[in-house]
């Protein structure tokens, strides 16, 4: 028999004292308690929503050496040499989250300074956007690249000066070269590109299942209660719907089906009738992601203006816009949430070309689609996103100069010029647009703290770019309400009121203190639907 449970002695985010009863997974307007748990005037917010994070990728790095904040070739050697102690008889060294100048200012890692610190075992690093990655020559030669460099769609195996690899695998085609050699057969960089891995044995399903519990128990112990998966294909929907039929996933998971532009018409019917699946306990579907574009630092973004320096290129969409309106239009008449990634100002457009076609065909409706990363806005597009009804799905933990990201290159690359026209969370919230903030890890730190603390002291890039940080009660919202509202769930998350979900977070720490310090707050209390699923020593 269920029992009421009541957190006494809690504050709210304004500083409001504040008690919350629940039971059987909702909260009560009040009612005697069979237990109560003692806040200790710590603050109590509703679940937070991780709204744009990669679930199966997310929990492979726990078990690999993250290089995020390394800035120079000697820490880098001596983490990579340190790391590699224990790990000799892998496969593949799996390193992520290095900056394009992790080895030092003005430079680029490639193969022969690879080499130099690791010269005899396969290494792979993954860049802090996981739109690139650097082999030393042992994991080219073991790819077999070193003999034959194969024809990739929508990527890149860059070359150097002698016709051989260089080491720079720029996008996911040409990272999956080399990550097939680890241990877990690179099925997480498979299911990102929205592939089916193929002959996956019962001990590799089993692991896979494994690495998505690390990552979930992960998230619930950030006191995120609701994870927006960011890829997603037929097998992470079996894993995870296995999962949830056994009781198995701690806190909420909404997954998409990701579309890309090579896929038959059969395989995206099949994606779309997918997606279409009822919720299965705490996993929900309803959603599909495409990408439209790359990222800045390998002039893979798609821009409304010339890139500096090369006059006549702006990138190129990943996408024909009759064919992306096709599938916007096709799923949208199933009523599905569509959601992009558009890095810049020319994929956002592309994209709100294409959520208008399907408005046009099928008519107007409460779609709450979505444009995921914005980092560029042409202002002219602004309007548009307020008139389609798209919410912005951001990543405070994005910005150059934020979280352990250094300027450059990016800045450099995006242009002098549009710097006031980058990450603009204030200008689209002063017009209007829902925003919805998560962190893309494992390109950034899954710490919504730390998330928190990019957004409220993010200073601009210059004396002339305007200061797009917002109020402190408009970040937490759009970590709260903010999130559940895309997913439709704002009548039943994002609020600590009767009758909406139990989910909660109690935290240790002054959250306006996040402003000075990333570690000025943790969770120590975790409840989803009811549940206590992390619980702070």
């Excluded at 790990?87 to 799996?94: A, R």
């Excluded at 001990?203 to 896979?208: G, N, P, T």
């Excluded at 710490?447 to 917002?470: E, G």
Aim: with cysteine; aromatic share 6%.
């Amino acid at each position: 028999m269920s029992e009421t449970i009541e957190i006494h002695n809690a504050r709210r985010l304004d500083g409001t004292p504040t008690a919350v009863t629940f039971r059987d997974g909702r909260i009560l307007a009040g009612g005697t308690p069979d237990r109560r748990i003692d806040a200790g005037g710590r603050v109590l917010l509703p679940g937070l929503c991780e709204s744009h994070l990669h679930l199966f990728p997310g929990g492979v790095t726990l078990d690999q050496l993250c290089l995020l904040g390394i800035d120079n070739a000697e820490d880098a050697s001596a983490a990579l040499i340190a790391y590699r102690k224990g790990h000799e008889g892998e496969p593949l060294l799996g390193t992520w989250s290095a900056n394009y100048e992790i080895l030092g200012p003005g430079t680029r890692p490639d193969r022969h300074a690879l080499d130099r610190i690791v010269p005899d075992q396969p290494l792979l690093m993954l860049a802090v956007d996981l739109h690139t990655a650097w082999a030393n020559t042992a994991a080219l030669t073991a790819a077999g690249l070193m003999a034959h460099v194969p024809e990739v769609v929508n990527a890149e195996v860059v070359l150097g000066p002698d016709g051989k690899p260089n080491g720079e695998l720029r996008e996911g085609n040409a990272m999956r070269l080399v990550s097939r050699l680890s241990v877990t057969g690179g099925r997480e960089g498979i299911c990102m590109a929205g592939e089916e891995p193929e002959n996956v044995t019962p001990a590799q399903r089993a692991a896979d299942k494994a690495a998505l519990r690390r990552a979930l128990d992960t998230c619930a112990a950030f006191g995120i209660t609701t994870a927006v998966n960011m890829d997603g294909n037929l097998y992470q929907a079996d894993l995870l719907t296995e999962m949830a039929m056994a009781d198995e996933l701690p806190i909420r998971v909404s997954l998409p089906m990701r579309i890309v532009g090579g896929h038959s018409d059969a395989r995206v019917a099949e994606l779309i009738e997918a997606a279409c699946r009822p919720p299965v306990g705490m996993l929900s579907f309803g959603r599909i992601k495409m990408f439209m574009d790359g990222v800045f630092d390998t002039w893979t973004a798609l821009r409304t203006d010339d890139y500096p320096g090369r006059p006549g290129f702006r990138s190129h969409p990943l996408f024909e816009p009759a064919r992306f309106a096709d599938i916007c239009t096709r799923a949208d008449a199933k009523g599905l949430n569509i959601q992009v990634h558009c890095v810049g100002d020319g994929a956002v457009r592309a994209t709100l070309d294409g959520y208008a076609a399907a408005r046009a065909a099928n008519g107007a409706r409460d779609a709450r689609h979505r444009i995921e990363h914005i980092d560029m806005l042409h202002p002219d597009d602004l309007p548009r996103i307020v008139d389609l009804g798209v919410v912005a799905s951001m990543q405070p933990v994005h910005p150059p100069g934020s979280s352990g990201l250094p300027l450059e290159p990016t800045v450099s690359i995006m242009g002098r010029n549009r710097w006031k026209d980058a990450f603009p969370w204030k200008a689209l919230r002063d017009a209007g647009v829902p925003l919805a903030f998560g962190t893309d890890w494992p390109t950034a730190p899954l710490s919504p703290f730390n998330a928190i603390h990019s957004t409220l002291s993010r200073q601009p890039w210059a004396a002339d770019v305007p200061d797009q940080r917002i109020p402190f009660e408009a970040v937490f919202a759009a970590y709260t309400e903010g999130g559940a509202y895309p997913l439709f769930a704002e009548t039943e998350r994002g609020r600590l009121d009767p009758g909406m979900a139990a989910d909660m977070t109690l935290l240790d720490g002054n959250p306006r203190d996040l402003a000075q310090s990333a570690d000025a707050c943790r969770a120590v209390l975790t409840i989803c639907a009811g549940r206590i699923v992390h619980e702070a020593s």
